[in-house]
């Protein structure tokens, strides 16, 4: 099945799948229905992408361990390390702008951090940030 084409797709599918928020939250930084999402969760395989998303690290650890292991033993190296930097490089950069879910997840980081230094002016912050979220999704979708 093909994914849906509404601008705010890809970045709620991240914030699932990476970000492991639940439709509801992300419902309330996006401003796309729960409904909407729940739908998209069910019809996309969310749940399984989260899944191999958490299980992928290890997977990755488990290559370059093995990799590893053949070139300790007198292997040659199967893995062109500097070609899985090149490709995870352009991954990061690939439109040269943070996508919306870095951002929030980025801004949730430091609402936890500054919760910790000044309860208070924490919840003051976080409506800013969750203003700025709104904006941002506003904008991604107009693009």
Same mark, same amino acid.
């Given at each position: ?13 991240? /914030? ?20 909407? /999402? ?10 399984? /992408? ?13 290559? /370059? ?61 976080a409506e800013m ?15």
């Amino acid at each position: 099945m093909t994914a849906p084409k509404h601008k705010l797709y890809k970045d709620a599918e991240t /914030l699932f799948v990476e970000q492991g928020m639940t439709c509801s939250a992300i419902a309330e930084h996006l401003s796309i229905t729960e409904a909407t /999402l729940s739908k998209w969760r069910r019809q996309m395989n969310w749940d399984e /992408l989260r899944a191999a998303a958490l299980s992928a690290p290890e997977a990755i650890r488990k290559i /370059l361990t093995a990799e590893l292991q053949h070139i300790a033993s007198g292997g040659s190296p199967n893995v062109d390390a500097d070609a899985l930097s090149k490709v995870a490089k352009a991954l990061n950069y690939f439109d040269g702008r943070v996508a919306l879910s870095v951002v929030v997840s980025v801004l949730k980081e430091f609402d936890t951090w500054m919760a910790g230094i000044d309860p208070a002016k924490a919840v003051e912050i976080a409506e800013m940030h969750r203003l700025f979220v709104n904006h941002r999704a506003e904008l991604e979708s107009n693009r």
